[in-house]
């Protein structure tokens, strides 16, 4: 504990990592969380644009910055990826070169300065959580509005071409054995390393028992869990009288309106918090497609951790360990079959045991015994 409390970390957020309430920033602060839990010291840097200061960020990093986003539309036309030229920060640097401590870049959004030559010599950790150009030619796929289609498509282009930055990392950090593979084979297999992202559960809470509906989760206001959810409602309980309950935030007027023509799918939208546990833990099947295997689902880890039967597509569990925890269909129709199965079948204390042997490597103390050990033993 005394070495490790001389130990400091140098933390680039793309956002304020608090709440703790989607993908990315779940990863970030439960990396915090469990990094200052045995001294190590962190400074974070993150970047504001709708969240406020945080005090619980506070408690547990010995400094937190914060640096506007930048807002004007001019950025759009830079040669940078948007997502990287509107968080550059003089600020930023000046903070960064008072130590010669390690930094820990959170995705390509916070890269701006990785290849500067005022760090050079410093260890850099870059931690990925998406193939990104992948991720953004799958938005493109997804949107209806041209102007943002188009925008997604020239944003995938230049986070291809900025992504060769990720030579001047000296490790890379990734969600996925499938993502850990293909960035091995651009940067070298020698740098990368596959460690699961962080998360909220410190042990397995599932409930035994029967729940009596089936859920499907997520932020309703992104593309892809949009159309997850009508793929769900049109392919597979349409011709069902399995209860199926859609829970998230900011559904849109269509979405809405396509739910009230069934009798029984149920729409709950902006759920708070508790609202949303109870619904993960009492669901007798938590039923989770996507269209696009890239990175790893953390909605299906969590579900993992504090759900009963996980019936997923390929895609989900594609590059994880997760697959002999989940229920596969990739046919609707037989997805159909395996919920209305499922919603039947008790969950027993042997399948508790069986997630609590299959979600080890998941366990966020090993992951930060991985990590510390990369940035500070090697």
Request: glycine share 6%.
């Amino acid at each position: 504990m005394d070495t490790l409390s001389k130990k400091h970390l140098h933390i680039i957020s793309f956002d304020i990592p608090y709440p703790a309430n989607y993908g990315g920033v779940i990863d970030v602060f439960h990396k915090i969380r469990s990094l200052s839990s045995i001294g190590i010291d962190i400074t974070l840097h993150c970047y504001q644009y709708g969240r406020k200061p945080s005090r619980e960020l506070e408690a547990l990093c010995k400094k937190v910055y914060y640096y506007k986003r930048s807002s004007s539309p001019i950025d759009i036309f830079s040669g940078l990826p948007f997502i990287v030229k509107t968080r550059q920060s003089d600020q930023l640097l000046k903070n960064l070169l008072t130590d010669n401590d390690p930094i820990l870049f959170e995705g390509l959004h916070s890269c701006a300065y990785l290849s500067h030559p005022l760090l050079k010599g410093r260890i850099k950790v870059y931690r990925e959580s998406n193939i990104e150009h992948e991720y953004y030619q799958h938005l493109a796929k997804a949107e209806d509005n041209l102007f943002r289609k188009l925008f997604f498509l020239i944003e995938a282009r230049k986070l291809q071409l900025f992504e060769p930055i990720l030579h001047h990392a000296d490790l890379i950090l990734t969600v996925s054995e499938s993502d850990n593979q293909q960035l091995a084979s651009r940067y070298g297999i020698h740098k990368c390393h596959h460690i699961p992202s962080f998360h909220g559960h410190d042990m397995v809470s599932c409930k035994e028992g029967s729940g009596s509906y089936c859920l499907y989760q997520g932020k309703l206001s992104v593309p892809e869990n949009a159309i997850a959810a009508e793929y769900l409602i049109d392919e597979v309980f349409a011709g069902s009288n399995t209860p199926l309950i859609i829970a998230g935030m900011d559904p849109s007027e269509h979405l809405k309106k396509i739910i009230e023509g069934y009798t029984n799918i149920t729409l709950i939208p902006n759920p708070d918090d508790n609202t949303m546990q109870q619904l993960t833990s009492e669901a007798g099947v938590h039923v989770m497609v996507t269209f696009q295997a890239t990175g790893l689902k953390l909605k299906l880890l969590n579900t993992l951790y504090s759900g009963r039967h996980c019936l997923v597509n390929q895609n989900m569990v594609e590059g994880t360990l997760l697959s002999p925890l989940c229920h596969i269909e990739d046919d609707p129709t037989k997805l159909r079959d395996k919920a209305a199965k499922l919603l039947n079948t008790p969950f027993t204390s042997e399948d508790i045991h069986q997630r609590e042997l299959g979600l080890q490597p998941y366990d966020n103390t090993i992951k930060r015994d991985q990590l510390i050990k990369l940035i500070w033993e090697n």
